[in-house]
């Protein structure tokens, strides 16, 4: 009777895994970074060019055998109907949205999941696992724009079973969420993390010696083991020895809240402080390249300008903040639809990665749904192999150094005022308080 009851108290079973352990899962992969580059972008030819993203899922596609299994905050027909020739090899799709009524996905097996209603968030997530061997993830969704029109990053790991039963596991939990309007107080042992930050996945990577592990957001959605996005983040930032640099499309440490109809804005310090910390107390390069664009909000040039400040006077301390505001065009231009921005969601320093769903804004990580992953190099590598932190670099730089690029210089009250005439996010009444984390 006791068992009986143990089983039924479990919330959120999981899947079967199809027998791969930690033990026997493959730790011999590879990587390829994987980019969606708008036709319309020119860079110098002599920069180097990574695998065009639509490629690289159709690659994916070619592979499975068995089972594809997908989380997207957004679909369109552009890959979707690839998705489902699936099922004439016999393999089988398996998606989770949290759009119910999305005319893509009605002849796929969807569960949908009410993000809103679980951590008042959004689904964001974008990942994939094929074969529970191979895996994508990055900023890009399954839609048109994401697959041609913005610029987005990712990266494939094929032949890695050990990274695929971990980012199954967080699948698996989505998949279970499906109508549910609370979140488990019991987690089955097939959604809790194979590898965290504490215990990383010890691997071969593109021949060289790697460690690795999946991060999730919000807390809420972490099980036992599970490491915080946000706790990655800082992981990989606490690391960093000469540089860090970071690409997203809005950098806010803000946390928005609703308190009786009135919005209240909280300083949401965790990622602020440690980037001012590598820069001012250990002498770290720290860049960051974010977007300009109709919804940046106004004080983000304010704490861009402020972390700059730091960097006064002192011979050492350098952080830059670069707008890529070019890749934006008006949307009167465009038909209503928004082209051209950067959606690009990572970090890369001298010896790791970090490359996420969620932009760095503190609302994003505290509310909605996503994933990271985090890989860090053996401090032995050498030059020239094929490393994914010098690709990344490599991509950053070019972007950084590309004419679409414009610095950020102290006092632009002219920025300024430009935002607060196209931002979504004009400030009114608002009440801000301040909060260690």
Partial sequence: VLVALIFSAVDVWGEDEDGVTEENCSKNCR?????????????????STHLPLTMGLNHLLDQAKLSVEIVSPYWGQYLFQRLLSLKSRGVRLKIVSDQPNSIELKNAEVHYINVTALTRGRLLSSFWVVDRKHVYIGSAGMNWKALSKLKELGVIVFDCSCLALDLHRIFSFYWQLQ??????????????????????????????????????????????????????????????????????TDYLPLVNRSFRGSPIIRYWSPIDEMLREAAVLREVKVRLLISLWT???????????????????????????????RFYRDKEQMGGFQHRINENKFMVTDNAVYIGNLDWVGSQLAFNAGA???????????????????????????????????????GSTTLQENILKKSAYTPTHLLITYAAS
């Fill in 372 to 410: 990271g992953l985090v890989i860090q190099e053996s401090e032995n590598q050498q030059e020239g192999q094929d490393s994914i932190v010098e690709q990344l670099t490599t991509a950053f730089e070019r972007d950084w150094f590309s004419p679409y690029t414009i610095s950020l210089l102290p």
């Fill in 179 to 248: 109508y549910r309007d609370y979140i488990p107080s019991i987690w089955s042992k097939r959604v809790t993390a194979v590898f965290s930050r504490d215990k990383p996945l010890q691997f071969r990577l593109n021949n060289t010696d790697a460690s690795a592990y999946v991060s999730t957001s919000p807390e809420l959605f972490c099980p036992k083991g599970r490491s915080r996005d946000l706790d990655a983040i800082r992981h990989v930032i606490r690391e960093a020895k000469r540089f860090i640099y970071i690409s997203v």
């Fill in 31 to 47: 990587i390829v970074l994987v980019e969606n580059v708008p036709g319309e972008l020119s860079f110098n030819p002599n920069t």
């Fill in 295 to 325: 919804r940046t909000h106004p004080l983000t040039i304010n704490f861009m300008t402020s972390m700059q400040a730091l960097c006064t006077g002192l011979p050492v301390c350098s952080i830059e903040v670069v707008r890529k505001e």
